[in-house]
Each structure stands twice: as structure tokens, then as C-alpha cells.
């Protein structure tokens, strides 16, 4: 059962909608249409529902059968007399006949059966066959069909009783074969059933013309699955698009315009292959007529109210779908190939994953279309559910709560599409309220093998698109040289879409004409393939003959449009030549408008707000719904909101309370919220609660942050389904679309993201640097050993930091701005917050920041009610902000002096680590500092720490395993940030690390200075040292800013300058040896051994490791 959300309406201020959607551009923020995600609320989410009867084409075959019961009993078997007499059928009300065939049997004559008299029993037996034949076809003659090019699958026909050779044979007809009649009955005239369409406007026809229709709907060069989607309705619309008689008839205009399009499609791969033969670029040839498909359901779709398109595709045929579908400049294609440098950001990812956005005149349809491919990894089919995401946020924002205006195109290959679980994992978003895009196409690029795999060594299934089967999604199967067909499917896809709002797949039988890629050899592999599509002409050589044959266009007609297109492909091809650099915003797939211009790069907004607006959010999650007479609340929720309330009014608040703060007070001004992941709305851990559900009354809920001011944005929170790979990758998607919304992705638990891995690595922490896109998703992962075991503990805080670009060795230039300057440079920010102000206040930052930055975010999880993890509002009021580091504020921090050891953690540790002090009466011995924000790492502050403690023993001390957490990220910044900087080689050459392999004890020790007293002054790059004997020396030991005396702090730190992806500027070597202020200071590992496992065995050995570590840390 759906579960239903509480209608809501989110229909937008004017201010809330300039607030958050000024990334779109003018033409398109239709205000009245900006209405949002409650859409889903309205949609019909499976019509299967309403359908309470078996399969709906089962259904109508029981109806014939059921009437021709009631007309004469013995008519059928004597089970289904058995049945009909058990009065167990009611005849289903929507099994309304739907076409215009409904005479009565009687009304024919049958050969014996004269004027009106009942038919005889053979004469029903033998239209129940033909029912029965016509319904095999629909079902399964697509396993008959002609699907294959290379007819290297296609099956022979075979000669049938009647003499005639078709297609559809046993696998198709099953036991109904044995009912092929011998030629006598071929003539005899047959009443078509409802189900059926290939009578147009005849109600019966003879058998041979029911068999020869069949055939050529079923068995040609279209394959229809669909006859196991639950909706009557949807399987006779389906029928009836391929039944009709004539559906494939196209004007001679129509067949110019397939000829034009395939000869581009065609001539683009022609031209690159000609320019750039030693290059690599996935062509598409074997399957040209992808482009034109892709142009016809753009076409249709656009005609059908469309206005946007996000498309999803993978390498092959990428280029060509830019130039030829999305019409990029082909100019800005071929500059790609030319191996220039970038005029701005951007790695130079090759070209076949950079994304593009084009808005542009349909030409066809005379409307205006945006069209975007997003950028993508090699990872095939990551980009899906991101497509999907960026795709639900346009639609969000657009106010197009059934789709109607903006869609998206998968785009896939054959064999990543059967064997990608990602693919499985977005189809199952397809329907669900909060990630509904209200219906994908879905085209295959099958071109029959992956890479040098063939099919029945990739999949069990008989099919690559059958993982669509799932959800209810038709399947059209077409010869990829057909291209009239294909053109067809294409047209009934997107009406599929316009009118079901749900996925459907259309899956391009073709081949690949080159290997893998251009420079690959295929013989090796697929001999015998290989030399079939030798000889095999290609789809355009194929289509001209056909049109030349039957005098659509002459041979001259068909030449000089090829010639055209070369001549426009050679004029930009000499336009390219003359460009000197890349330019990377020209691939950039969501740009927004407006966001940058005018902004000071370094300048944060606040992220304290009024105590007042604290009061009212405070006072309004604490309260139950307005209706709350009417509105029956779990008692334990309303001593839930009995405890927010006095929080509030006490002016303290624990997690959940500082994040509603957060929420709400963005809410307020304008910035659109959205939190998704599994059971977030409750909370995995009962904290949360936004959702409030009326005890008595099914689907009615209330959420009271979508109720904080009339004219606040929208705030939807959604339990997602079980997947994190397609959901992460989702809410990623939905974060690209603008940049004013706080986008929020909850795990379960934080070592659950890794089933999310390549969303992770291939998206969000590189994305900005490949794609130039950037992106302010927050990700929430609950971490923390609390002796849960194994599992549950460990967000692996650690491969995040690994992933984190800034220099170990490098300390910035400290000045007011050190700590934007850090964000604004690195790649993500992970932090892991002890008190509910300072999680408000990151939160916060995220849109208060001048540029969006992915935030990883360690959540606590016994924190959550922890009685100590709480703030005063003061904490997040006006004037106050966000901490990089906590110093003590106790004795220890007041009287620094006395101090003998300071102890630097994260996290939750943090009040084992007081709790254990207090008890040991250390609180003016021992400072406990926490590093919030691990990364960027803050450097000037953990200095700053360090001086204020000068004799102080320095130590990290954490929960986690030596190998896990935080340590092995902050060790290296430790020994910058005390010795100012650290020369890698000098501390790579000392025997202290060394001690770091001792596994064995709880603590370890590592010091920059340790052992370098006899090092010689080095002052060349790490490497070269390696070669040379090194003599030079004599630098400024002072300067941090390398040996070569080139780097210049503010060229640096000039934004303009400097990419966005090196916290360290390219080709600056890190401090030189000789140039470390030898401050002797040196930070020490408490904790756990190495391990293995991200926790321990037991919560007794738990207990154990933790108090030993607790001891170690807490000593003088
Ligand atoms: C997740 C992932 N695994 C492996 C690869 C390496 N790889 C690149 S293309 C390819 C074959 C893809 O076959 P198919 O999906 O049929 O697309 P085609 O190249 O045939 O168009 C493979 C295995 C990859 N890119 N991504
Ligand atoms: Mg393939």
C-alpha cells in the first residue's frame, strides 16, 4: 500500500519563490505552476490498484469465455463449466468492451449455426482458439520477432499446417499451435475478441488475415512486451498502438526528415572517424539510429507539453548526441579532441563524460526545449538515479507536479543495463511519491555485446532490459534497422509517458560495426560476428535504398544531404582549429544563473538568527498540529513535545530540537529543505520526528516545520526506499538543480553509505573538480562505537578524510579570511559535531557559504539524549557561528599554564573523555580541545591551541581503531600546524613513524622533530633529492612558502587565479626541511590498536578498549 502524505499545499510566496528559484531563468519561472513535491499526493500511483482482478488481458479472455459459457455450457471445458456453475465469477466492471467489434457471436453465421440459432460447440471451440492464438501473439510473439540485424538470432520461420511459413512457432503459440488450422479454415471468417485492434473497423476477419496481421504486428521487426503489466487499461492502449491497422504508415515528408536525421547521425561518426582515426570516441555506428530515436521522442514530447529534457547516457554514441540531438556547437565537440588547456576550473575529463546545456528552438515543433546531458563517470549507470534527482528538482521547482513539462532520457548500453544493480535501484524510485519523475524513457543502445562480452555471457535473463519488467515498464524491442519502426516505438513511448506518467523502455537492437573502441580489435573476441557485420551495409545505406526503391528521394537527393552535413562538419571543424584553449563552463549541465554574479567569493553570512525566531520554530515543533482536538497523538510523542516545550522555554536545545532550528530558520528565509534517506522521518532513532501520524485515522499526518511561517518555503522530509547507492546518488541530483536549497541524505547508519561508494568518490567529492559543478548536499552519517558490534559503528570517517584534497603539509597564509579560503579551495568539508548549536550552525553555513561545498557529516547516535549534548540558545543567536574547534572553557582552559597534557579528539568521545577527567579530578590538569570541522583542517586554530598550552603534552585520542577515524588524517596537519610546515620527506625519512607499526600498545608517538637533528637541509623537491647529493640550502628558515621563492601567497588566494581543486597551488613543493621551526612540539595516538573490523567482538572487550583508552588519555 502507498502510504499517502498529508496534503499539503506548497504553492509559493512570490518571495519564497524568488528566495529559491532565481537559478531558473525568467522565461521559465511560471509562477502559478510553481507549486511543489506534494504533487505526488495527487498522482494515481498504480492503477493495478484499482484492478482487483487478476491480469487484465487473463481477465478478458475469461470474459469471452465466461460469455460464451452462458450461451451454451458445454462450449467450454468442463473445469471452466465447473467454475462458471460455482458462481465464483462476477464479470469485472471494467472490462467494458473497448472497441467498436461487439456483436454478439450469434450475430454471425457460422456455417451451421443459421440465424441467430446458438453457434455449435466446434464453432466456439475453434473462436476460442483464435482468442487464445491472438492473446499468444500479444504475449509472446515478441520472442519470434525479427529483432536482429545481423540475423544472427532471428529465428527461421517455419511452415505451418496451413502451408504458409511464419515466425511465431511453439514458444510463442505453446499448446495453441496444435489449433493451427489446416488450409480450409483459413478463409473461414473469425469474430475478433475485445482485446484485440487489427480489425480497425471490422469485427471479424478470416483467419488468414488474423494470422498475417498478427505476424507482421508481433513478429516483424517490433518486439512488444507488456502483457504482464496489471493494467487493463494500459495493455489495451498498448494494443492498440501497435494493432491498428496502418500505425506504421509515414508521409513521404516524415520518411525525408528519418533519412536527414540518420544521415548526420551517420556522417558525424564518418567525420570523426576521418579527422581523428588514432582517437578514441565510442562511436555509434550499428546503431546510428539512436539519434534520430532520441530526436523523435523529443519531438512528440515536446509536442505533449514538454519543455525540458535531462538526459542520462553513458559513452557510446555520446558525442553524437550532443552534436546531433542536444545540437552543441560541433566547433566546442572537436575542441575536445585537441588536447588544449582550460581557460577556467575543470580537470579535462575526457570527453565522452563532460555534461552539456543547451536551450534552443525545436525546429520540428517550433517550441523552445533546454536540453542537458548530465556529466557522468566511467561508472556505468551511476548517473541514473542522478539524473532522476536533478530531473524530481526541476520539476520541484517548476511547480510541475505530474511531469508535464520537464522529463528525463536514460540513455544505456546493453550490458551495463542487465548488470548494474544501480539500474534495479532507480527503477524503484520511479513510483514512489517523493522520487516519482512521473515516467523515464529508457533506450538501449543494445548492441549485443559489452565490451568483448557477449550476452549469454552476461546475463541470465532473456532480455538485458528485463530488470524493467519490475515496474510495470512495456518493453519495445526494435530492429535497429528498421528505422520506421523504430521511429514508431519511439512515438508510442513518449505518448506512453505523456499519458501513464510512468517508465517505459525502448530497447535498440543493433550492433557495434567498430570494437569496443575504435582502437580495438574485435576479431579477437567475436570472429564470426565480426565477419557478418562486414558484410553487413549500414542503417542509412539500407533506409536510402528502401526510400530510393520506392521513389521517396532520388540517389542525388540522398548525396548531396550527406554532403551538406560534411561541408557544415568541415566548417566547424576549421573553427576549432582556430580556438586555443577549452573552456569548461561549456560543458557544464546545471548552470546556475545568477547564483556567483556579484557575490564577494569570501564573504559568509551570517548563521546566528534572532532568539525570537529560535522561540517561534521552538514553539511550533513542540506543538501538535492546530487541529490537535480532532488529531489523535501516540502518547509517547506527546511527551516528545511536552519536552521540546520546555526545552524552549528553558531556551536549551538537544539534537533534534538545534537541527528544526536549523531547518526552520531556513525555511524562513526562503531556502527550500529536503531531507531523504531511510526512515528519516521518525528518525532511525527516535529523535526526529517531524511526521506526526493521527492514531485513529490512516494517511493523516502533520509536519509542523512545513507550518513555521505562510510564507516559508517548502520542507519535505521522505523515508526513502531501502537503497543507498540510487538514493544517494538521487538527492545528489536533486542538489545540482539549485543552489538554494539544503539537500540532506540520511543513512541508517554511516557504514551503510559505502554500499553508495562510487556516488561518493565518482560524484560528490570530485565533481567540482571534473565537471565544475558543485554541489552543497549534506550527508548524515551516524557514527560512533557505542558496542554495537561490528556493524553500525563506523562511517569510515577516515576514507572521506583520505578523499579530502587539502595538504597535509601546507599551512595556508593565516589571515581573517583563513577559514573560507580553505572551504572556498577544498573539495568537501567533513566535520563531526558535539553540541545540537554547532551541528545548527554547519547546517546553516551551508547556504550562508558564497559557493556550495558537499558537507560529510559524522551525526551523533547516543548523543542524540545524551543530558550534556545540549545548547543554550545563546549558542545560535545572533553573533554566534559555527566552531572549527571547541577550546576548553574549564578550569584547564582558564588557566592554561598549569596544564600538563592537552587531549584533541572528535566527536562523541569527547564527553567520555570529560566524564572520565571529572572523575579523576584532572579538570585544571588536562584541556580536552575538539576538532569539529576535521576538514578543511584548521590549522591556525589547532596552532593557536597548541601555543596557548605551551608545556602541555599534546595528544589525539579517539575511539576508533588506529587504521579508522580521524588519526591517520590529522597526524600529518598536527606536525604542519605545530611546526608551522612539515617537509614529506624529511618526516617519511624518520624512524619515529616507524613506532606507528607497534599495534600492540595504546599509544604511539610521532614527532615532526624527533629524529631530524642530524638531517641535512633540503631544499629541493622530494624526488630530486632522492638522485642528487643535496647541497643547496641557505633559504629563509622562517618562510613556509617553499624553496623555490616563487609562490606567491596572494596570487595564490586571488580566486581568479587559482583552480579549485589545490589547496596547494600546482607545482609549490611543500616546506623545505630546512626552513621547520624547530618547536620540538609533537602529537601523541591514544587509542585503539589497528583493526580490522570497524568495532570490536564483544561489548564487554568494548567496555575494556574504551577504558584503556579513557586511562591513557586522562593521565598527566
Ligand atoms: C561500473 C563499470 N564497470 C566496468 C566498466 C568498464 N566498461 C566500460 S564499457 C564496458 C562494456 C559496456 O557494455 P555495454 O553496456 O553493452 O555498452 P557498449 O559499450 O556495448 O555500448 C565495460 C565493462 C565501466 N565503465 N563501469
Ligand atoms: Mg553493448
Request: charged residues 20%; proline residues 5%.
Given at each position: 500500500?502507498?502510504?499517502?502524505?498529508?496534503?499539503?499545499?506548497?504553492?509559493?510566496?512570490?518571495?519564497?519563490?524568488?528566495?529559491?528559484?532565481?537559478?531558473?531563468?525568467?522565461?521559465?519561472?511560471?509562477?502559478?505552476?510553481?507549486?511543489?513535491?506534494?504533487?505526488?499526493?495527487?498522482?494515481?500511483?498504480?492503477?493495478a490498484?484499482?484492478?482487483?482482478?487478476?491480469?487484465?488481458?487473463?481477465?478478458?479472455?475469461v470474459?469471452e469465455?465466461?460469455?460464451?459459457?452462458?450461451?451454451?455450457?458445454?462450449?467450454?471445458?468442463?473445469?471452466?463449466?465447473?467454475?462458471?456453475?460455482?458462481?465464483?465469477?462476477?464479470?469485472?466492471?471494467?472490462?467494458?468492451?473497448?472497441?467498436?467489434?461487439?456483436?454478439?457471436?450469434?450475430?454471425?453465421?457460422?456455417?451451421?449455426?443459421?440465424?441467430?440459432?446458438?453457434p455449435?460447440?466446434?464453432?466456439?471451440?475453434?473462436?476460442?482458439?483464435?482468442?487464445?492464438?491472438?492473446?499468444?501473439?500479444?504475449?509472446?510473439?515478441?520472442?519470434?520477432?525479427d529483432l536482429?540485424?545481423?540475423?544472427?538470432?532471428?529465428?527461421?520461420?517455419t511452415?505451418?499446417?496451413?502451408?504458409?511459413a511464419?515466425?511465431a512457432?511453439?514458444?510463442?503459440?505453446r499448446?495453441?499451435s496444435?489449433?493451427?488450422?489446416?488450409?480450409?479454415?483459413?478463409?473461414?471468417?473469425?469474430?475478433?475478441?475485445?482485446?484485440t485492434?487489427?480489425?480497425?473497423?471490422?469485427?471479424?476477419?478470416?483467419?488468414?488475415?488474423?494470422?498475417?496481421?498478427?505476424?507482421?504486428?508481433?513478429?516483424?521487426?517490433?518486439?512488444?512486451?507488456?502483457?504482464?503489466?496489471?493494467?487493463?487499461e494500459?495493455?489495451?492502449?498498448?494494443?492498440?498502438?501497435f494493432?491498428?491497422?496502418?500505425?506504421?504508415?509515414?508521409s513521404?515528408?516524415?520518411?525525408?526528415?528519418?533519412?536527414?536525421r540518420?544521415?548526420?547521425?551517420?556522417?558525424f561518426?564518418?567525420?570523426?572517424?576521418?579527422?581523428?582515426?588514432?582517437?578514441?570516441?565510442?562511436?555509434?555506428?550499428?546503431?546510428?539510429?539512436?539519434?534520430?530515436?532520441?530526436?523523435?521522442?523529443?519531438?512528440?514530447?515536446?509536442?505533449?507539453?514538454?519543455?525540458?529534457?535531462?538526459?542520462?547516457?553513458?559513452?557510446?554514441?555520446?558525442?553524437?548526441?550532443?552534436?546531433?540531438?542536444?545540437?552543441?556547437?560541433?566547433?566546442?565537440?572537436?575542441?575536445?579532441?585537441?588536447?588544449?588547456?582550460?581557460?577556467?576550473?575543470?580537470?579535462?575529463?575526457?570527453?565522452?563524460?563532460?555534461?552539456?546545456?543547451?536551450?534552443?528552438?525545436?525546429?520540428?515543433?517550433n517550441?523552445?526545449?533546454?536540453?542537458?546531458?548530465?556529466?557522468?563517470?566511467?561508472?556505468?549507470?551511476?548517473?541514473?538515479p542522478?539524473?532522476?534527482?536533478?530531473?524530481?528538482?526541476?520539476?520541484f521547482?517548476?511547480?510541475?507536479?505530474?511531469?508535464?513539462?520537464?522529463?528525463s532520457?536514460l540513455?544505456?548500453?546493453?550490458?551495463?543495463?542487465?548488470?548494474?544493480?544501480?539500474?534495479?535501484?532507480?527503477?524503484?524510485?520511479?513510483?514512489?511519491?517523493?522520487?516519482t519523475?512521473?515516467?523515464t524513457?529508457?533506450?538501449?543502445?543494445?548492441?549485443?555485446?559489452?565490451?568483448?562480452?557477449?550476452?549469454?555471457?552476461?546475463?541470465?535473463?532473456?532480455?538485458?532490459?528485463d530488470?524493467?519488467?519490475?515496474v510495470?515498464?512495456?518493453?519495445f524491442?526494435?530492429?535497429?534497422?528498421?528505422?520506421?519502426?523504430?521511429?514508431?516505438?519511439?512515438?508510442?513511448?513518449?505518448?506512453?509517458?505523456?499519458?501513464?506518467?510512468?517508465?517505459c523502455?525502448?530497447?535498440?537492437?543493433?550492433?557495434?560495426?567498430?570494437?569496443?573502441?575504435?582502437?580495438?580489435?574485435?576479431?579477437?573476441?567475436?570472429?564470426?560476428?565480426?565477419?557478418?557485420?562486414?558484410?553487413?551495409?549500414?542503417?542509412?545505406?539500407?533506409?536510402?535504398?528502401?526510400?530510393?526503391?520506392?521513389?521517396?528521394?532520388?540517389g542525388?537527393?540522398?548525396?548531396?544531404?550527406?554532403?551538406?552535413?560534411?561541408?557544415i562538419?568541415?566548417?566547424?571543424?576549421?573553427?576549432?582549429?582556430t580556438?586555443?584553449?577549452?573552456k569548461?563552463?561549456?560543458?557544464?549541465?546545471?548552470?546556475?544563473?545568477?547564483?556567483?554574479?556579484?557575490?564577494?567569493?569570501?564573504?559568509?553570512?551570517?548563521t546566528?538568527?534572532k532568539?525570537?525566531?529560535?522561540?517561534?520554530?521552538?514553539?511550533?515543533?513542540?506543538?501538535?498540529?492546530?487541529?490537535?482536538?480532532?488529531f489523535?497523538?501516540?502518547?509517547?510523542?506527546?511527551?516528545?513535545?511536552?519536552?521540546?516545550?520546555?526545552?524552549?522555554?528553558?531556551?536549551?536545545?538537544?539534537?533534534?530540537?538545534?537541527?528544526?532550528?536549523?531547518?526552520?530558520?531556513?525555511?524562513?528565509?526562503?531556502?527550500?529543505?529536503?531531507?531523504?534517506?531511510?526512515?528519516?522521518?521518525r528518525?532511525t532513532?527516535s529523535?526526529?520526528?517531524?511526521?506526526?501520524?493521527?492514531?485513529?485515522?490512516?494517511?493523516?499526518?502533520?509536519?509542523?516545520?512545513?507550518?513555521?511561517?505562510?510564507?516559508?518555503?517548502?520542507?519535505?522530509?521522505?523515508?526513502?526506499?531501502?537503497?543507498?547507492?540510487?538514493?544517494?546518488?538521487?538527492?545528489?541530483?536533486?542538489?545540482?538543480?539549485?543552489?538554494?536549497?539544503?539537500?540532506?541524505?540520511?543513512?541508517?547508519?554511516?557504514?551503510?553509505?559505502?554500499?553508495?561508494?562510487?556516488?561518493?568518490?565518482?560524484?560528490?567529492?570530485?565533481?567540482?573538480?571534473?565537471?565544475?559543478?558543485?554541489?552543497?548536499?549534506?550527508?548524515?552519517?551516524?557514527?560512533?562505537?557505542?558496542?554495537?558490534?561490528p556493524?553500525?559503528?563506523s562511517?569510515?570517517?577516515?576514507?572521506?578524510?583520505?578523499?579530502?584534497?587539502?595538504?597535509?603539509?601546507?599551512?595556508?597564509?593565516e589571515?581573517?579570511?583563513f577559514?573560507?579560503?580553505?572551504?572556498h579551495?577544498?573539495?568537501?568539508?567533513?566535520?563531526n559535531?558535539?553540541?545540537?548549536?554547532?551541528?545548527?550552525?554547519?547546517?546553516?553555513r551551508q547556504?550562508?557559504?558564497?559557493f556550495?561545498?558537499?558537507?560529510?557529516?559524522?551525526t551523533?547516535?547516543?548523543?542524540?539524549?545524551?543530558?550534556?549534548?545540549?545548547?543554550?540558545?545563546?549558542?545560535m543567536?545572533?553573533g554566534?557561528?559555527?566552531?572549527?574547534?571547541?577550546?576548553?572553557?574549564?578550569?584547564?582552559?582558564?588557566?592554561?599554564?598549569?596544564v600538563?597534557k592537552?587531549?584533541f579528539?572528535?566527536?562523541r568521545?569527547?564527553?567520555?573523555?570529560?566524564?572520565?577527567?571529572?572523575?579523576?579530578?584532572?579538570?585544571?590538569?588536562?584541556a580536552?580541545?575538539?576538532?569539529?570541522q576535521?576538514?578543511?583542517?584548521?590549522?591556525?586554530?589547532?596552532?593557536?591551541?597548541?601555543?596557548?598550552?605551551?608545556?602541555?603534552?599534546?595528544?589525539?585520542a579517539?575511539?576508533?581503531?588506529?587504521?579508522?577515524?580521524?588519526?591517520?588524517?590529522?597526524?600529518?596537519?598536527?606536525?604542519?600546524?605545530?611546526?608551522?610546515?612539515?617537509?614529506?620527506?624529511?618526516?617519511?625519512?624518520?624512524?619515529?613513524?616507524?613506532?606507528?607499526t607497534?599495534?600492540?600498545?595504546?599509544?604511539?608517538?610521532?614527532?615532526?622533530?624527533?629524529?631530524?637533528?642530524?638531517?641535512?637541509?633540503?631544499?629541493?623537491?622530494?624526488?630530486?633529492?632522492?638522485?642528487?647529493?643535496?647541497?643547496?640550502?641557505?633559504?629563509?628558515?622562517?618562510?613556509?612558502?617553499?624553496?623555490?621563492?616563487?609562490?606567491?601567497?596572494?596570487?595564490?588566494?586571488?580566486?581568479?587565479?587559482?583552480?579549485?581543486?589545490?589547496?596547494?597551488?600546482?607545482?609549490?613543493?611543500a616546506?623545505?626541511?630546512?626552513r621547520?621551526?624547530?618547536?620540538g612540539?609533537?602529537?601523541?595516538?591514544?587509542?585503539?590498536?589497528?583493526?580490522?573490523?570497524?568495532?570490536?567482538g564483544?561489548?564487554?572487550?568494548?567496555?575494556?578498549?574504551?577504558?584503556?583508552?579513557?586511562?591513557?588519555?586522562?593521565?598527566?
Amino acid at each position: 500500500m502507498h502510504r499517502a502524505h498529508t496534503a499539503f499545499s506548497l504553492a509559493l510566496s512570490p518571495k519564497a519563490h524568488k528566495n529559491f528559484a532565481t537559478w531558473l531563468l525568467k522565461s521559465t519561472t511560471n509562477q502559478q505552476m510553481v507549486k511543489a513535491t506534494a504533487a505526488a499526493a495527487v498522482r494515481t500511483y498504480n492503477s493495478a490498484a484499482a484492478e482487483p482482478f487478476a491480469n487484465g488481458s487473463t481477465a478478458s479472455y475469461v470474459e469471452e469465455m465466461y460469455n460464451a459459457w452462458l450461451r451454451d455450457p458445454t462450449s467450454v471445458h468442463t473445469s471452466w463449466d465447473a467454475y462458471f456453475r460455482s458462481n465464483s465469477y462476477t464479470s469485472p466492471p471494467n472490462l467494458a468492451p473497448v472497441q467498436a467489434n461487439t456483436l454478439p457471436l450469434t450475430a454471425f453465421n457460422f456455417g451451421g449455426a443459421v440465424g441467430g440459432a446458438a453457434p455449435d460447440s466446434k464453432t466456439i471451440d475453434d473462436h476460442l482458439a483464435v482468442q487464445a492464438i491472438i492473446r499468444s501473439y500479444q504475449s509472446r510473439g515478441h520472442l519470434a520477432s525479427d529483432l536482429d540485424p545481423l540475423g544472427i538470432l532471428t529465428r527461421e520461420k517455419t511452415v505451418c499446417k496451413d502451408g504458409l511459413a511464419r515466425r511465431a512457432n511453439e514458444d510463442v503459440l505453446r499448446q495453441h499451435s496444435g489449433f493451427l488450422f489446416g488450409e480450409q479454415d483459413m478463409e473461414r471468417q473469425f469474430k475478433l475478441p475485445s482485446t484485440t485492434f487489427i480489425g480497425g473497423d471490422e469485427a471479424s476477419l478470416p483467419l488468414k488475415e488474423i494470422l498475417n496481421r498478427l505476424e507482421n504486428v508481433y513478429c516483424n521487426k517490433i518486439g512488444v512486451e507488456f502483457m504482464f503489466i496489471n493494467s487493463l487499461e494500459q495493455c489495451n492502449w498498448i494494443r492498440k498502438r501497435f494493432e491498428t491497422p496502418g500505425v506504421l504508415n509515414f508521409s513521404p515528408e516524415e520518411k525525408r526528415l528519418i533519412l536527414a536525421r540518420l544521415t548526420r547521425a551517420t556522417g558525424f561518426e564518418a567525420f570523426l572517424a576521418k579527422k581523428y582515426s588514432s582517437e578514441k570516441r565510442f562511436g555509434l555506428e550499428g546503431c546510428e539510429i539512436m539519434i534520430p530515436a532520441l530526436k523523435e521522442i523529443i519531438d512528440v514530447s515536446t509536442e505533449l507539453g514538454v519543455e525540458s529534457v535531462i538526459m542520462g547516457m553513458p559513452h557510446r554514441g555520446r558525442l553524437n548526441t550532443l552534436a546531433n540531438v542536444c545540437r552543441k556547437p560541433l566547433n566546442q565537440i572537436f575542441t575536445q579532441f585537441a588536447g588544449l588547456e582550460a581557460a577556467d576550473d575543470g580537470s579535462g575529463d575526457v570527453k565522452y563524460h563532460l555534461g552539456t546545456y543547451i536551450e534552443r528552438l525545436n525546429r520540428v515543433t517550433n517550441k523552445n526545449i533546454r536540453l542537458a546531458v548530465v556529466a557522468n563517470p566511467s561508472h556505468l549507470e551511476a548517473v541514473d538515479p542522478v539524473v532522476q534527482g536533478k530531473t524530481r528538482a526541476e520539476q520541484f521547482y517548476r511547480g510541475d507536479q505530474e511531469g508535464k513539462k520537464v522529463m528525463s532520457i536514460l540513455i544505456h548500453g546493453d550490458a551495463a543495463f542487465c548488470g548494474q544493480g544501480v539500474v534495479y535501484e532507480t527503477m524503484h524510485l520511479s513510483d514512489l511519491p517523493d522520487y516519482t519523475t512521473h515516467g523515464t524513457i529508457h533506450v538501449v543502445a543494445n548492441n549485443q555485446i559489452g565490451f568483448t562480452t557477449d550476452p549469454r555471457f552476461s546475463r541470465s535473463s532473456p532480455y538485458c532490459t528485463d530488470v524493467a519488467r519490475v515496474v510495470n515498464a512495456p518493453i519495445f524491442h526494435v530492429n535497429a534497422d528498421d528505422p520506421e519502426a523504430v521511429m514508431h516505438v519511439c512515438k508510442v513511448a513518449a505518448e506512453w509517458r505523456a499519458t501513464f506518467h510512468k517508465d517505459c523502455v525502448i530497447d535498440l537492437v543493433g550492433y557495434r560495426r567498430n570494437g569496443h573502441n575504435e582502437i580495438d580489435e574485435p576479431m579477437f573476441t567475436q570472429p564470426l560476428m565480426y565477419q557478418k557485420i562486414r558484410k553487413h551495409k549500414n542503417c542509412l545505406d539500407l533506409y536510402a535504398d528502401k526510400l530510393i526503391a520506392e521513389g521517396t528521394v532520388t540517389g542525388e537527393e540522398v548525396k548531396s544531404v550527406a554532403a551538406k552535413y560534411e561541408n557544415i562538419c568541415e566548417e566547424a571543424f576549421a573553427l576549432a582549429k582556430t580556438e586555443t584553449h577549452v573552456k569548461y563552463k561549456d560543458w557544464l549541465d546545471s548552470p546556475w544563473s545568477g547564483f556567483f554574479e556579484g557575490k564577494d567569493p569570501l564573504k559568509v553570512a551570517p548563521t546566528g538568527v534572532k532568539e525570537e525566531t529560535l522561540i517561534h520554530i521552538g514553539n511550533r515543533f513542540s506543538s501538535p498540529p492546530p487541529n490537535a482536538a480532532e488529531f489523535v497523538i501516540h502518547k509517547g510523542l506527546l511527551r516528545v513535545l511536552a519536552a521540546r516545550k520546555t526545552m524552549v522555554d528553558e531556551k536549551i536545545a538537544d539534537w533534534a530540537l538545534g537541527e528544526a532550528m536549523a531547518f526552520g530558520s531556513l525555511l524562513k528565509e526562503g531556502i527550500h529543505v529536503r531531507l531523504s534517506g531511510q526512515d528519516v522521518e521518525r528518525g532511525t532513532f527516535s529523535h526526529r520526528h517531524h511526521v506526526l501520524h493521527h492514531q485513529l485515522v490512516d494517511k493523516a499526518t502533520y509536519n509542523s516545520l512545513q507550518h513555521m511561517y505562510p510564507d516559508q518555503a517548502p520542507y519535505s522530509v521522505s523515508n526513502s526506499s531501502l537503497s543507498e547507492y540510487a538514493v544517494l546518488g538521487f538527492e545528489h541530483g536533486y542538489s545540482m538543480t539549485n543552489p538554494n536549497a539544503l539537500v540532506l541524505w540520511e543513512a541508517q547508519f554511516g557504514d551503510f553509505s559505502n554500499t553508495a561508494q562510487s556516488i561518493i568518490d565518482q560524484f560528490i567529492s570530485s565533481g567540482q573538480s571534473k565537471w565544475v559543478r558543485q554541489s552543497g548536499l549534506v550527508m548524515l552519517l551516524p557514527h560512533g562505537m557505542e558496542g554495537m558490534g561490528p556493524e553500525h559503528s563506523s562511517c569510515r570517517v577516515e576514507r572521506f578524510l583520505q578523499m579530502s584534497s587539502d595538504d597535509p603539509d601546507y599551512f595556508p597564509p593565516e589571515s581573517d579570511e583563513f577559514a573560507i579560503r580553505q572551504l572556498h579551495d577544498i573539495n568537501w568539508i567533513v566535520a563531526n559535531c558535539t553540541t545540537p548549536a554547532n551541528y545548527y550552525h554547519i547546517l546553516r553555513r551551508q547556504i550562508a557559504l558564497p559557493f556550495r561545498k558537499p558537507l560529510i557529516l559524522c551525526t551523533p547516535k547516543s548523543l542524540l539524549r545524551h543530558p550534556e549534548a545540549k545548547s543554550p540558545f545563546s549558542e545560535m543567536s545572533e553573533g554566534s557561528e559555527f566552531q572549527r574547534i571547541i577550546p576548553d572553557n574549564g578550569p584547564a582552559g582558564q588557566n592554561p599554564s598549569n596544564v600538563k597534557k592537552v587531549v584533541f579528539c572528535t566527536g562523541r568521545v569527547y564527553y567520555d573523555l570529560t566524564k572520565t577527567r571529572t572523575e579523576k579530578q584532572l579538570e585544571s590538569d588536562i584541556a580536552i580541545v575538539r576538532v569539529e570541522q576535521v576538514s578543511p583542517f584548521p590549522f591556525d586554530q589547532v596552532k593557536e591551541q597548541a601555543n596557548l598550552y605551551k608545556n602541555a603534552e599534546l595528544v589525539w585520542a579517539q575511539e576508533e581503531h588506529k587504521n579508522q577515524g580521524c588519526w591517520t588524517y590529522v597526524q600529518p596537519r598536527f606536525l604542519t600546524a605545530l611546526n608551522h610546515s612539515r617537509d614529506v620527506s624529511q618526516s617519511d625519512e624518520q624512524s619515529s613513524y616507524s613506532n606507528t607499526t607497534n599495534t600492540t600498545d595504546h599509544t604511539n608517538q610521532v614527532s615532526a622533530t624527533d629524529s631530524d637533528s642530524n638531517s641535512e637541509p633540503k631544499s629541493k623537491p622530494w624526488l630530486s633529492r632522492m638522485f642528487t647529493k643535496d647541497t643547496d640550502s641557505g633559504s629563509d628558515p622562517a618562510s613556509p612558502q617553499g624553496a623555490s621563492g616563487d609562490f606567491n601567497a596572494a596570487k595564490h588566494f586571488d580566486l581568479k587565479n587559482v583552480r579549485h581543486d589545490f589547496n596547494r597551488p600546482a607545482g609549490v613543493a611543500a616546506a623545505p626541511g630546512g626552513r621547520i621551526s624547530k618547536t620540538g612540539r609533537k602529537i601523541s595516538y591514544v587509542g585503539r590498536a589497528c583493526g580490522a573490523s570497524t568495532a570490536t567482538g564483544s561489548k564487554a572487550q568494548h567496555i575494556r578498549e574504551l577504558n584503556a583508552l579513557l586511562n591513557d588519555a586522562i593521565s598527566t
